[in-house]
């Protein structure tokens, strides 16, 4: 047996030949001596018939009927053309006239969410389209499922290409991947939030981040690097935007004269995503669209760089009370994302030179102002997609500055012993993917771009 693709059944060579087709049962329903059936492959979807005949019997049709929505059943049937097109299926110029039919595998009958209700449009405007909606729990609950819909298949095609384009275009910067270990002996970004496993008669943490390892393999002389990874957060963060476990795209660059050849490489490699996105992940684009409506992303090229000073002054504009050396809370940062937009017409932008004092121990102060630092965040739509600094190079002034953040220098004594061996200057950053996804489609929920999402709440499936 040969199989064709719903996708390709419309292409005229096809036209009244018999072929076999495997798929699943979208919709099914039996009147009198017929039976139509949706099969779906996919998001592609195709109306077959069976009708009682030379080499179909009532109880066939009948049988057909009956087979479970879901189920995946093999069908041999004969192209057809349809002069009406049919509204429901992708494939509207064609339809397939069944003369066998076996199932492969059969669903069970009763299913936790329908497939049609969970792909439907949401409108904010439209309360019936609001109240059919599948809610999250139900959704993940059964992810399986609800992994099926068209905008769900597009949105992990979409995040699959986010990782190619990261490791394309670093690839091409002359970046070389690498692997940093999970288990590790003390926390890489400070503070409290690790998760701790057994780690035979010791205990360990889940890596916070890759870090201190990306550091030192640039101590290690591979000068540009970057790695696609899990990062754990025991974060009790029941937002819209946290996980307890993302994939990190970190990257980690030695350079030359100034951290901004590194800044510079960062925001450029966004834009080279956001552009592969958008002339590459249209159809997903779109299918995304369909369900979710959002405007598209802007961005502008070189992108829009500003200081955090810059920010600070446009919120104060804007009536809002903020420190000189105050972090952005969520509000601030999305009333500043606001605030970018409607004055330069970009989703995305680079704040740099935050303030030394809200940044991490490894950060590399000003060294023209020491109130601020060589760190900067990337945001899109509003709300950060990266952080990243240039980093501490001298072993006795990162001592220093760890201990200035209560860190346990013993626990990380490797890390800064590689410095005494020489590193040139380098900088970095970290970008959550699922973000990425979530800010770039105009989604509403990290859990909508985490294909298994683990949440202080979520542990299965
Ligand atoms: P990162 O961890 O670097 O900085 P982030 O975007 O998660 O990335 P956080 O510093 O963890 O940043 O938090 C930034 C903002 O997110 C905080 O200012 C806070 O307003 C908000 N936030 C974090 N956790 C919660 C929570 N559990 N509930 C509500 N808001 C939260
Ligand atoms: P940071 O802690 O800011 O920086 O993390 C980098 C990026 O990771 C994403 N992110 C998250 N995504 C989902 N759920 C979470 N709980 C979560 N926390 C963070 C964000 C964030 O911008 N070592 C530094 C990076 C560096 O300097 O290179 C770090 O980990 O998009």
């Not at 995503?273 to 369909?290: H, M, W």
Request: aromatic share 10%.
């Amino acid at each position: 047996r040969k199989f064709v693709s719903v996708s390709e059944l419309s292409q005229p060579a096809y036209r009244d030949q018999l072929v076999w087709v495997r798929g699943r049962v979208h919709t099914s329903r039996s009147k009198g001596k017929q039976c139509f059936l949706v099969l779906r492959q996919q998001s592609s979807t195709v109306q077959c018939i069976l009708a009682v005949g030379d080499r179909i019997s009532k109880q066939m049709v009948k049988f057909s009927g009956n087979v479970s929505r879901e189920s995946i059943i093999d069908v041999q049937a004969k192209v057809v053309s349809v002069p009406n097109k049919i509204e429901s299926c992708t494939e509207q110029t064609i339809e397939l006239c069944i003369e066998q039919l076996f199932v492969v595998s059969q669903a069970k009958p009763q299913l936790p969410l329908q497939i049609e209700d969970a792909s439907r449009a949401e409108n904010p405007d439209d309360a019936d389209s609001l109240n059919i909606r599948v809610n999250q729990d139900t959704r993940l609950d059964n992810r399986v499922l609800d992994l099926r819909t068209p905008a769900n298949q597009a949105i992990f095609r979409l995040e699959a290409g986010v990782c190619r384009l990261f490791r394309d275009i670093l690839t091409a910067k002359g970046f070389t991947e690498i692997h940093t270990p999970k288990i590790i002996s003390a926390a890489s970004e400070g503070g409290a939030n690790v998760f701790t496993v057994s780690y035979f008669k010791d205990s360990a943490y889940l890596a916070q981040s890759p870090q201190l390892y990306k550091q030192m393999a640039i101590a290690a002389d591979f000068d540009k690097v970057y790695t696609v990874g899990a990062v754990f957060r025991a974060e009790d963060s029941n937002t819209h935007r946290h996980l307890t476990e993302f994939v990190g795209l970190d990257l980690e660059m030695a350079f030359k004269y100034h951290y901004h050849e590194v800044l510079h490489t960062i925001a450029d490699t966004f834009t080279g995503i956001f552009k592969g996105l958008r002339d590459t992940y249209s159809t997903e684009i779109a299918a995304v669209n369909q369900q979710f409506k959002v405007e598209p992303f802007k961005f502008l090229e070189p992108p829009l760089i500003l200081e955090f000073a810059e920010g600070v002054q446009m919120l104060r504009e804007a009536g809002v009370e903020t420190g000189d050396e105050e972090d952005l809370s969520t509000p601030n940062e999305k009333l500043l994302g606001r605030l970018v937009k409607a004055k330069y017409d970009t989703d995305f932008y680079v704040l740099d030179k935050f303030p030394l004092a809200i940044r991490p121990f490894y950060t590399m102060p000003d060294p023209n102002n020491p109130m601020y630092s060589n760190s900067y965040d990337m945001f899109m739509r509003g709300e950060e997609i990266l952080s990243g600094a240039q980093r501490i190079h001298d072993p006795d002034f990162l001592l220093e500055r760890a201990k200035h953040h209560a860190i346990d220098t013993s626990k990380i004594a490797a890390y800064i012993e590689s410095f005494r061996f020489g590193c040139p200057p380098h900088a970095g950053g970290g970008i959550g993917m699922e973000r990425v996804v979530m800010l770039y489609l105009g989604l509403d929920n990290i859990r909508k771009t985490s294909m298994f999402p683990r949440d202080p709440k979520r542990l299965t499936p």
